[in-house]
């Protein structure tokens, strides 16, 4: 089996309409300083805070904001909680991916009618600025769907937060919107989610890749790509394949202790401008030996970029039928080496950078090889 691209379907008959992502919350084991990281670093600015000051007793979650991407930082505040035994299994990761629609108890309806697992019954938050409805199912690993229903709602975040607005501002890097989320499952259970999401959330797969497109010496692995009616949610679901030693996907796995979220794609308008303002605050990337761009005008063809800026970067480029995209990816940005960032610049192309695969993947070999885990 090749690449292969499926049609798209009547979106007529979408019965989970989806607007888009709502907010990705993290359990870290230090929200306050997970969200100063992701502030001074990745340019997020500060939105909103939920802890001790706003009544709440056992957590504390901060929330960071940049254009339409929201990040809550949640951690516990004393032991024995579920977030407390969710950060001792997993290390920090993500714990919810939120989905913005129009009528949450109807989504939530729709999505236990065809095989969900309930994670949250829908419920009515409110407070003075209105009132927002929210439910809950469980996807792969302890990761959970959150739906969020808003348009009665005109506070910062969510009732229940107050506004955060400390003396520190850093300047955004140009981070946009949530591109696709990148899911690893254990082997053998691609498929199974595949047909949850096509089941239960009436997502079409859009593209699929086999371990003949993606393997190196060592990594071997297969993904199949997730979309929802209208496009605006993509969600890729990885699993590994028999490869010679440990392949990028079982060291998560096996770090993780478990399928979950193994990286969020951010984009931008200017990947040049925001790739040199995050590696100027610290940001570390994943680095392509220097023969990739003596290959690249042959492989994508004529680009808008000067090469020679590209390189010293590290930004990658890949050309599909639609059109070419721009793509790095961080090192992974906890103690565990778990999830990790990608940013990215579409220029047209609606795929996902697979004539970088091999290059990536060797790129990740040798940090894999430093960490004695490959
Ligand atoms: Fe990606």
Avoid: C
């Avoid at 003596?294 to 808008?304: F, S």
């Amino acid at each position: 089996m090749e690449t292969s691209t499926i049609p798209v379907k009547d979106q007529s008959t979408d019965f989970m309409p989806i607007n888009g992502t709502d907010y990705l919350e993290f359990y870290v084991s230090n929200a306050k300083q997970a969200a100063h990281f992701y502030k001074s670093a990745f340019g997020f600015q500060s939105l909103a805070y939920a802890g001790l000051e706003t009544g709440l007793k056992d957590r504390e979650s901060y929330v960071v904001v940049q254009d339409k991407i929201r990040l809550v930082l949640t951690s516990p505040l004393r032991s024995g909680t579920e977030i407390g035994k969710h950060i001792d299994k997993h290390g920090d990761g993500v714990k919810v991916t939120a989905l913005w629609v129009d009528d949450a108890a109807y989504a939530y309806s729709e999505a236990m009618k065809r095989g969900a697992k309930s994670y949250l019954e829908p419920e009515v938050l409110e407070d003075h600025e209105g009132k927002v409805i929210r439910s809950g199912i469980h996807t792969y690993g302890e990761v959970v769907h959150i739906f969020t229903e808003r348009k009665e709602y005109n506070g910062i975040f969510l009732p229940g937060y107050r506004p955060w607005n400390p003396e520190y501002k850093t300047d955004p890097v140009g981070l946009k919107y949530v591109d696709h989320m990148v899911g690893n499952v254990e082997l053998g259970m691609m498929n199974e989610w595949v047909k949850f999401y096509e089941d239960v959330l009436g997502f079409r797969q859009i593209l699929s890749f086999d371990d003949k497109d993606i393997s190196t010496q060592y990594t071997a692995l297969m993904s199949k790509v997730m979309s929802n009616g209208n496009g605006r949610i993509k969600f890729p679901i990885n699993e590994p394949a028999a490869g010679i030693k440990k392949s990028q996907v079982d060291e998560y796995l096996e770090f993780y202790e478990g399928a979950g979220v193994q990286h969020i794609a951010v984009a931008t308008d200017s990947i040049i401008n925001t790739v040199i303002e995050l590696k100027s605050r610290g940001v570390e990337f994943l680095q392509v030996p220097g023969t990739y761009y003596d290959a690249l005008n042959e492989r994508v063809g004529e680009i808008d970029e000067d090469i020679e800026v590209l390189r010293p970067l590290g930004i990658l480029v890949d050309r599909d039928e639609e059109g070419y995209l721009l793509q790095i990816f961080t090192k992974t940005v906890q103690a565990r080496p778990t999830m990790f960032f990608e940013i990215i610049q579409r220029k047209g192309a609606t795929s996902f950078g697979k004539g970088n695969f091999k290059a990536l993947f060797e790129a990740l070999e040798r940090e894999q090889e430093r960490r004695g885990t490959l």
